[in-house]
């Protein structure tokens, strides 16, 4: 009797893309990805550097360029250079659009980055206490109060 199969010996082996997608639908879609990184690159060239960094990536379709900006600040200054884009781009072959946009690139779409890491909390110094200790004491109502509560909280953190 064979011992019973383990669920990794039961799942599918992963197939291959060209055994999903037929090949020369995967030339195309490659094809597309490779003048669109053209395109996008001639529009960085054609900018200032500082502003070409900001311009995040371009959709080109129907006679329209869209290009997206990094923040509402870098679009603006993307569409003062639009018009003089879009002539360029047809003196250099790359189409002819009969009319830009710009947008901003939602966050959500740009790769995610690492939170910054915050440090952890740490315990001020004795005579930092027990000066903000003796202010409370000195101050009446809210100010007081609030101060008393502080010097509790830091009481309370780790050395």
């Known amino acids: 009797m064979n011992p019973p199969s383990s669920p990794a010996e039961e799942q599918p082996h992963p197939h291959r893309v060209s055994d999903l997608i037929p090949r020369k639908t995967l030339e195309t879609c490659l094809a597309r990805i490779e003048t669109h990184r053209r395109l996008l690159e001639t529009i960085r060239r054609l900018l200032p550097p500082p502003l070409a960094h900001h311009c995040r ?12 900006a990094e923040s509402a600040a870098w679009a603006s200054q993307l569409r003062f250079y639009l018009p003089r884009i879009i002539e360029e781009l047809a003196q250099e072959g790359h189409g002819q659009f ?3 946009k710009v947008r901003t690139l939602s966050l959500a779409m740009e790769a995610p980055r690492a939170a910054p890491r915050r440090p952890a909390p740490h315990r001020p110094l004795p005579a930092t206490i027990a000066a903000i200790d003796a202010a409370a004491r000195a101050s009446e ?3 007081g109060t609030a101060l ?3 010097c509790s909280t830091l009481r309370r953190l780790p050395r």
């Open 98 to 100: 009969r009319r830009g």
């Open 148 to 150: 008393a509560r502080l």
């Open 141 to 143: 109502g809210d100010i």
């Open 57 to 68: 990536e371009c959709v080109a379709g129907d006679g329209t360029l869209v290009l997206y």
